[in-house]
């Protein structure tokens, strides 16, 4: 009797799942299950770092930007010249000017490169590289300084970062052009928008974010809150590296700091049992595949609170420790990320296969601060079990 396709769909998908397994444990074999030294850490981040340049066409559109930003954060561990040297191709490919759409001439996923070309401009005090950045995010300021009124009875209508995600993706640069320049005003335009975006989507029950204000009543199929992980990956990603340009003396600084440290309580009790977080954090049943951008991004921001000392070491080293050890485990045999939620808004399936830029620049940076803190002692890796499901016969676009 011929074996249904449905059945063959599902063998088929066991299989490559096992084959696809093997492959990526044995990308950290060497390493995972023992104490890491700071250059085992950089040669892992290498190894994903090559694997990812021999792919790359240029790109500063906000999905290849977090990714040229963890290059940035890469090439100051790194002793390969490579990595600052792929910045500066971006750079000067795009001569050194951020994206621009003028339908939304102020939106914070075209900001995201300025935290790549700022850091190049600190390496060679090149005036051509800082100017572009500085005349987008001026105006950016400019046009937060105005704050519209929002429309009666309807919080939020005006906000310029209206969607968490693009609190990863402004503020960093907004802060430190302020650092370079001396000029606070650009800090102080982050400041008054950071927070005006946080009193609509910070939920202070649960220490988390919502994806923007049409989530603020959205339950899940078991009831719970929406909060969708790489979400507030990005917004806890995003407030270390603000926190890392935000001086001492910074009238506000101690209100991020504890919103910092209330998502990590949060996020650390959320961490499941493999190392990473589902990308439902709430409800980890509706999608129970391992989620991979989500995790970098928790790993690296965790790792940041550590090795400056806002987040305690031996509460959350461990943390640090198992997700780094499911990001290791989580690779593909051609060395990129895997298990990688594709491009949305919300919490949703991911398939073994998935992988996406922002996974790679996230994996740099989580690489980059945990180098810092070592030696670690990594847990053996986990063994990530996802639903069977017909592998993707490409990476997610």
Not at 11 to 33: R, Y
Not at 64 to 83: C, E, I, N, R, T
Not at 170 to 187: F, Q, V
Not at 193 to 212: C, M, N, P, Q
């Amino acid at each position: 009797m011929p074996v249904p396709s449905r059945h063959l769909r599902c063998l088929f998908s066991l299989v490559f799942i096992a084959a696809l397994s093997c492959k990526l444990v044995a990308v950290f074999a060497d390493s995972i299950g023992a104490t890491m030294s700071r250059d085992q850490i950089i040669a892992e981040g290498e190894k994903v770092a090559d694997a990812q340049l021999a792919k790359q066409v240029p790109n500063e559109g906000w999905v290849a930007a977090v990714m040229w930003a963890g290059y940035a954060d890469f090439s100051h561990l790194s002793q390969k010249p490579a990595y600052a040297s792929a910045v500066d191709g971006i750079g000067t490919f795009f001569k050194w000017q951020p994206s621009f759409r003028p339908k939304i001439p102020y939106n914070a996923d075209d900001l995201c490169i300025c935290q790549a070309f700022l850091d190049a401009y600190v390496r060679k005090n090149d005036p051509a590289r800082l100017t572009p950045s500085e005349q987008r995010i001026a105006a950016v300021s400019n046009a937060i300084e105005k704050e519209l009124p929002d429309v009666p009875g309807q919080k939020g209508t005006n906000l310029i970062w209206w969607w968490c995600d693009a609190l990863f993706m402004a503020p960093a640069g907004h802060a430190r052009l302020s650092e370079i320049t001396g000029d606070p005003k650009y800090i102080d335009a982050m400041d008054k928008e950071w927070w005006r975006t946080a009193s609509l989507l910070y939920d202070k029950d649960e220490h988390l974010f919502f994806r923007d204000k049409s989530y603020l009543g959205k339950k899940t199929k078991n009831g719970k809150k929406v909060f969708w992980s790489r979400g507030n990956g990005w917004v806890f990603a995003g407030l270390a590296r603000t926190l890392t340009y935000i001086p001492r003396a910074y009238p506000d600084r101690d209100r991020y700091t504890a919103v910092f440290k209330e998502m990590a309580a949060k996020l650390a009790s959320l961490q499941q049992p493999d190392g990473t977080w589902r990308p439902s954090l709430l409800d980890p049943g509706e999608y129970p595949d391992p989620e991979f951008s989500g995790t970098a991004l928790d790993c690296y921001a965790f790792a940041w609170g550590v090795e400056n000392g806002v987040l305690d070491r031996d509460t959350y080293l461990p943390v640090v420790a198992k997700a780094w050890a499911a990001l290791g485990s989580a690779l593909r045999p051609d060395g990129l990320p895997g298990y990688v939620q594709g491009i949305g808004g919300s919490p949703g399936p991911v398939k073994a296969d998935g992988t996406q830029l922002y996974a790679t620049g996230a994996f740099l940076m989580a690489a980059s601060e945990l180098s810092k803190l070592a030696p670690i002692s990594v847990p053996p890796a986990p063994q990530l079990i996802l639903p069977v499901t017909e592998p993707a016969s490409s990476p997610a676009k």
